[in-house]
Each structure stands twice: as structure tokens, then as C-alpha cells.
């Protein structure tokens, strides 16, 4: 099993990003997907997940309304949309699988999640 998150970088108050998370080695399509972010000296916080097939998803709260995740099962592939990014925003972001999901089901505890990806590192200027 292999997560590959890219897309991370150096942006402005106010602006955008997004980030990617490329799978392999599993059936990714029957897998809960999550992402979280670590600021520095600071515990790693759930940030966003999505359903199986896409039809759920469940955002932190100091996210709502600026991040979008979704996926594309054909790709194996899952994104998280960032827009009017903050310097709170500014942490290393991880993609993570959950391979005891079930249809439906969203997972926002990073016990629930099996498999990491490497993170990457997203900054947020004033």
C-alpha cells in the first residue's frame, strides 16, 4: 500500500491550493480516504474525509466552507481543495486510508486510518 500526497507550497492569506493523493496497492475504491495536517508543535488534527463512493463527507470545523475533498475511484486518486487558505492553515498535510470502513461511512479519528502517506508541507503567509 502506497499514499502519495503532493501539491503542498508556499502561498498567500487568502489564496489557494490543492493537494493530491495518489494510491496504489489496494482496492481503493472500498476505502474511507482522509486528510489530516500537523503544525509544527502541535498534535496531528483530522482535517477532512470522504465516503467510499464520494457521497459523504465530513470537514473539520475551522475548515468548512474553504475545503473540499474528492476523489476519482478510476484514478485511484484523492484531492483536497483549499481555498481563502489562512497562516493557521500552515502544517504538513497527510493522506491517510481507513481499510475497515464501510458504504457510506466517514472516518475523522486518525486511529480509524491503516495507511499514511508521506505529507506535504503547506505554508501560508500574512
Known amino acids: 500500500v502506497q499514499l502519495q500526497a503532493s501539491g503542498g507550497g508556499l502561498v498567500q492569506t487568502g489564496n489557494s491550493l490543492r493537494l493530491s493523493c495518489a494510491a496504489s496497492?489496494?482496492?481503493?475504491?472500498?476505502?474511507?480516504m482522509g486528510w489530516f495536517r500537523q503544525a509544527p508543535g502541535k498534535e496531528r488534527e483530522f482535517v477532512a474525509s470522504i465516503s467510499w463512493a464520494g457521497t459523504r463527507k465530513d470537514y473539520a470545523d475551522s475548515v468548512k466552507g474553504r475545503f473540499t475533498t474528492s476523489r476519482e475511484n478510476a484514478k485511484n486518486m484523492v484531492y483536497l481543495q483549499m481555498n481563502n487558505l489562512k497562516p493557521e492553515d500552515t502544517a504538513v498535510y497527510y493522506c491517510?486510508?481507513?481499510?475497515?470502513?464501510?458504504?457510506?461511512?466517514?472516518?475523522?479519528?486518525?486511529?480509524?486510518?491503516?495507511?499514511w502517506g508521506q505529507g506535504t508541507l503547506v505554508t501560508v503567509s500574512s
Open positions: 496497492g489496494f482496492a481503493f475504491s472500498r476505502f474511507v
Open positions: 491517510a486510508a481507513d481499510v475497515n470502513s464501510v458504504a457510506g461511512a466517514t472516518s475523522t479519528g486518525a486511529k480509524r486510518y491503516d495507511y
